[in-house]
């Protein structure tokens, strides 16, 4: 379910012109609701880049 908004966040916050403020309110909360996600790849990555350099 997760990569579904996240696919579809991305849809509409690159690829489409949000016109109703009250769907551009629930994009954005889908957004910030995924932060945790991103930041939690981002240091996954960063973990494995400083496993394969050291």
């Known amino acids: 379910m997760t990569g579904w908004r996240s696919r579809n966040l991305e849809n509409q916050m690159a ?3 949000v016109e109703d403020p009250n769907i551009l309110h629930g994009v954005f909360l889908i957004g910030y ?5 991103l930041t939690a790849s981002a240091d ?3 973990d494995e880049i400083e496993r394969r350099i050291t």
């Open 15 to 17: 690829h489409e012109y």
């Open 33 to 37: 609701d995924l932060v945790p996600l």
């Open 44 to 46: 996954k990555m960063l």
